[in-house]
């Protein structure tokens, strides 16, 4: 599929990355030539260099017989301008990054007036993933599928849990949930467990089922946290005011600290809710002098990662019940060497929409359709949420007489809002929704998933 990706700052950097990691013809498009330069050497991409809503700049990236335009600039009138340009040129699709809280509110006639098929706000959708993890602080992280019918959380076993040295196949009876181990991560290297995989320290393991069934399963485990009431955010940016407006209503205590007097002055009159604090939510003094110890969580988003991190281990170490760390740029492996298990980002939470966006529009009407991808663990895991299709020549036979690829797991099948973890004698059936769950491995069609 030909793409333009237009702005190459840290989420059209990902995109990129991503997306020729797929397979597809990249063009990048950006004002500074060096950028240009750096990322057609280490990539096999082409470049250009201007600005992305001039038709002379389009023309010469191939708008005209392009299939999507993604435009990840600082400005958000500027990527919806190329967008509209390049719409008209005659590229198919095009999805365009907005972060103004102003026009988040316009996404609707973006899309119907303006004919932008999607409009990505990472902010807004870090703000909404840190929002479920502080409504389940029991995972170190929670992704969604089915409009949250299940979800799939992430737990770091430690030594004295009672998962150590379990086979996979006892964990449902010992712990008495209806969940599925569906993924392990061990050091550097990701699996797909079978029945007789055994758990060890230090696995993280990913942990798919309902809401009501991953509490059940976390306090069999001896990790479950009680509900959260007391927020402390450092830093007020987009994120932490979409944060604070998403648990506004949620009867949490909230309180932000912001060190420039302008913004808390406006952070006040948006957030009547909230307690805005005038001070350097980094510095020890501030903290203590606000009571971080009465604390149940603590969300680290400054614009600067160190800081995030910094604030986030002493957090740690002071015993709070939940911390959440905001980066741009980390290693997941790294961050959960030094104790912190919950690292959000929104590069990467912006890049699974993009990314379940791009492979929907490279299927047919006809074919199985993506709802949802989330890739996990480091991005080494994803798990893909399709619905079945009618007439598909799969339907209504037993999975033990499919031949599915090695390293894949059948997460759970939701049909008529029932919850199947499958066996070899359940069967898919038209528009089921199914979650596919795969190590090292694409899955653009639910057709892929066989050998």
Known sequence: MNIIIVGLGKLGATMTKQLVKEGHSITVIDTNSEKIDSFVDAYDVMGVCGTGATCEVLEEAGAAKAKLIIATTGSDELNILCCLVAKRMGTESAISRVRNPDYAKQMQFMRSELGIDMVVNPEFETANEISRIIRFPSAANLDSFARGKVEIAHVRIHSDNILCDMPV???????????????????????????????????IISVTGTRS??????????????????????????IAYYLATLLSDTGRNLKLIEQSEERCLKLTDLLPDATIIHGDGTDQDILDEQNLQSQDALVALTAIDEENIIVSMYAESKGINKVITKVNRHSYSILKDIGLETVVSPQIVAGNLVTRYVRALQNSAENSQIQTLYKLLGGKVEAVEFIVPKNAGYIDIPFKKLDLLPNLLIGCIIRNGKIIFPGGDDVMKANDSIIVVTANRIIEDLHDIFV
């Open 169 to 203: 196949h006892e964990l449902r009876k010992k712990c008495k949930a209806r969940v599925l181990v569906c993924a392990v991560q061990r050091d550097e290297e990701v699996f797909i467990p079978s029945g007789d995989f055994i758990l060890r320290y230090d696995d």
């Open 213 to 238: 069934e991953l509490s059940v399963f976390m306090k069999q485990i001896g990790i479950y946290k009680q509900k959260i009431k007391n927020v402390m955010i450092i830093g007020g940016g987009r």
